[in-house]
């Protein structure tokens, strides 16, 4: 039978310079699938305890998805995983583009690499045979003029991954790039490349990819195009952002649905968020300590979804999305033609730091995709800067002389551009806030928003406050990929899976921050069905169309010729994700020490703006999650008997 | 499963040169063999053999067509969705994102870059999830 999995992994040993193809029993993809499931799988075996996260004994994972390659749609994401440096416990980031079909062309479902080189060196797979080449000459190029260096030497048709001068620095808030400044970019799992002196993974094969049903796979994304194509017009962006002002006063809510944010994605990419957000309380401001108050609509018109529109040359599409959120965009200066900036770094370079300059931002969005630094992070830990300067904690002799005010353009460029190349300030903070915070001291870390670590969003979980339960509670905190009381509304699952509770067609505010055992199944579902998706290598914004827009339970059956029910599939998803927590447990993390910053929880609650008087209390969400998944409810480690109901050894 | 080629191979290399894998090997003007795992059977040694001296992944022997006859994926552009899977399914690399149609949106959709370089394997047409590729022979225009 002909499976959407190659059934091999290639293991690196960067230490010894020896590479192993290694043979996949079935029964581990019927228990984990591939992707997050197959990376996890390994880490969780293999990485022993107490493992420098930047030493040898990490292992770094680079996966694809059971589905990329068969004929499915929005199944084109990679996973990067390891032991996160920032976090200290499971880490894991994923990308589009088109790397993640470039593993299983190459004959593998994933490549990990352990041990550190002496000297850097790139790995190169061209139809069968992989190779540690030397990659001196690349060492402090930036990352997109390293996969243009790469496709020139080895051909056009190579998908590279890639670290930029952050990661070599070891930056702890660095990712890895493709496709010309694509990043997997949380976790800081750059800085795990760097420390192993890999600087680059090119790809070249031309294997085929197994589908046990191929006309099924079709009829599936055929029946999945129509929803992407259906045509729903929207209004204009000035009128669309005063629908968030609208959403910010109502009381009651119409429950979401995907199809909105699938017209929003086409026809403006995440940006299309940018003023809404603001508006209705989604996006943080100020450090998190400002609101819709400080950034209003004259403010936020700078950085409207048409004008973004208007600088797009052409959409973007990652391999096998037929919706295109992302565009090619004219830019001025250095950069002529770069990938449009996402809604969370327009953000996070943006409101967060109370920068109104547009140009700024999409040439600090080049600037750190080009080095491979986080955008969140970057723009989190910016804004924490500026709050310590403000507040007189970092003067202006501790910051090199930039006068970081709210708002002073010049000197946030200024700072960032430190932070890349590790310089005065620049390498205090190259490290995120937490680790700055721990360095300052003087009563800092209040400023520091993040999670176990690693820096917030930019989805405010005083709004909706299923982001402040993901956050706090996911193995790998602080990330906003994996659930919300939103995406709960939009993934729809309870049509597919009878015993979830479905949240109606209205909702009120006040009812989303009730903390009951619905909530709690709402938010398992979510980190369940989100950890199913990142085997399968899915698309968040595909799943928002809803689950029986976007077949994925389907697919899955018609690509490994199974029949197994949605319930099967999400004892999947369960398990991957107890074992990311097993990992957590195995490498020391305390569940607690993951929980968000005090602001961002809302502990002393806002006095203005769309999230006044919100707050969440996590310690009475946390019991109710872990209790989901047969975890300890004092302290989130997977029950004994549960890591045995799920086959983990 | 894998092709193979028979006796009835003189060495002549066409296939080498053309096989995207990397699968076949031999010296010149001896039998050549195919790599059982490299093989990704898109047929472009069997088309090209002009002694017939290759069997499919079925054990039929391949039948040598002129190149110029070679079929070549035409595009429906009223059908595709831009999703780029097969540009990633071409073993050689011909198709590429090329054309947007004014009406487009921006969306930019692939194009028969380099159509001396299709060795006609299909693989693009199979693989597209919305039946936007036809595989058709190509037709001489008339004088030519």
Known sequence: ???PYMGKILVVDLTRGVMEEETIPDRVYEQYLSGMGLGAYILYHRVPPGAD???????LGFCSGLLTG?????????????????????GD???????????KRCGYDALFFKGTSRDPVYLYVKNGRANLKDAGDLWGMDAVETEELLKERHGAKAAVAVIGTAGERLSLISGVCNDRGRIAARSGLGAVMGSKRLKAVVLDGVKRIGVHDRAEMKNLSKHCIKWVNLPLPLPPAGIFARAGALMRVTPVLLAQDGLLYRSILKKWGTAGMNQVSIEMG??????????NVDFPLEKSRKISPAIIREREIMKYHCYSCPLGCGGISAATGKYARIHKPEYESILALGALCMNEDLDSVYYLNELLNRAGMDTISAGGTAAFAI????????????????ELKWGNTEALVALIKKMIRREGIGDLLADGVKIAAEKIGKGSMEYAIQAGGQELPMHDGRNDPGFNVHYSLE???????TGAHLYYEMFQLWKKLKDLPNPGLFITKDGKFEIDEDKARAAAACSTFMSLANAAGMCLFGLFLGATRIPTFEWLNAAMGRQWSPEEYMVIGERIHTLKQAFNVKHGIESRDNFASGRALGVIPQQEGANKGRSVDIEKHAPLYWKQFGWDTETGKPKPETLRKLGIE | MSYKIMEACNGCGACVRLCPADAVSGERKKLHVIAEDLCIECGACGRICPRAAVLNGGGMVCVAVKRSEWPKPELVIEECTACGICVDACPVGCLQFLGMPVESGGHVYPCLKDSRACIGCGFCSIECPSDALVMKRPVKSAGS
């Open chain 1, 93 to 103: 980031a994923n990308c589009g583009g088109t790397f993640s079909p470039a593993i």
């Open chain 1, 387 to 402: 709050e310590c300067y403000e507040k007189g904690i970092l003067t202006g002799g501790d910051t090199d002389g930039l």
């Open chain 1, 1 to 3: 039978m002909k499976m």
């Open chain 1, 282 to 291: 989604d996006a943080p401001i100020k450090n998190w300590d400002g609101s």
């Open chain 1, 53 to 59: 996260p930047l030493g040898p004994d990490n292992i």
């Open chain 1, 475 to 481: 193995p790998a905190p602080g990330k906003h990929t």
């Open chain 1, 70 to 90: 068969t004929g499915s749609l929005f199944s084109g994401r990679w996973m990067l995983v390891g032991k996160s440096p920032l976090t200290g416990g499971w």
